[in-house]
């Protein structure tokens, strides 16, 4: 510890890391990190769980999915406690729930899966609706058990009206914004940013969403390495920075 303080300065600005891999967890909780900013759910359900949570409902296993979810969630945040850990909710593609076994039957084929059925819009609709409620009872069972440092973060917002809905599934759940549960946005779309402060006055914070954010505000698919080299996908572009 003597060693981080001579060479990490102390500075007012908190320093939190990304973590997709809780089995990473002890390893990075180890830096000098003022907690996680983003954690992904996606690796959870892709490595450790392989199947899509509609079919799991269907078979009546719904809570094999929560236990599974909470068990990575909570691998995190025990490591990291008290320091806060922003969980993602689940912002798959239709492509990439496809994959997963028996996702074949819940998903459809679309021809732009990047700006497609993803994020926020599942969340509402009443075809995955009860697919999130699972991730909410599982960020629920891990916070009811005492790990009260796990927040939440909404991917892929797209209008003011979702982020109500939500927040009112989340109540019906047992889940509020409170002191010790924070809610942030993910502010990737540019609707985030032309009403950033309707946004503002339903959640605790943003975390700017880079790629997603320049790939829609210079019109330029960030999975296309033509575009890429073209120039089109670029982070530095002076839109994308104002």
């Not at 969630?73 to 320091?83: D, H």
């Not at 909410?136 to 797209?158: H, I, Q, S, T, Y």
């Not at 339903?202 to 890429?228: H, Y």
Request: aromatic share 10%.
């Amino acid at each position: 510890v003597a060693q981080v303080g001579e060479y990490v300065p102390i500075t007012a600005t908190k320093v939190y890391l990304n973590l997709g891999v809780p089995e990473k967890a002890e390893e990075y909780a180890k830096l000098p990190v003022q907690g996680v900013g983003l954690m992904r759910e996606e690796f959870i359900v892709s490595s450790h769980i392989g199947k899509h949570p509609c079919a799991l409902i269907e078979k009546g296993e719904a809570q094999k999915y929560i236990d599974a979810l909470a068990d990575g969630f909570a691998t995190v945040a025990r490591a990291f406690y008290p320091r806060p850990v922003v969980l993602r909710t689940s912002d798959f593609k239709t492509n990439e729930y496809r994959a997963l076994e028996g996702g074949d039957k819940y998903e459809s084929t679309e021809a732009n899966p990047m700006i497609g059925w993803r994020g926020c819009s599942r969340y509402v609709s009443k075809e995955f609706e009860e697919a999130f409620r699972l991730e909410l009872r599982a960020v629920k069972k891990v916070r009811d058990g005492e790990l009260k440092n796990l927040w939440l973060m909404l991917p892929f917002v797209r209008t003011v009206d979702e982020v109500k809905k939500i927040l009112g599934i989340m109540k019906e759940e047992g889940l509020e914004r409170s002191d010790d549960f924070k809610v942030w946005l993910m502010a990737e779309v540019p609707s985030n940013i032309f009403l950033a402060d309707q946004f503002a006055e339903l959640v605790d914070g943003f975390s700017i969403g880079s790629n997603d954010l320049t790939q829609l505000i210079m019109g330029a698919d960030r999975d296309s390495e033509r575009l890429a080299k073209l120039g089109y996908f670029d982070e530095r572009n002076e839109a994308v920075k104002r």
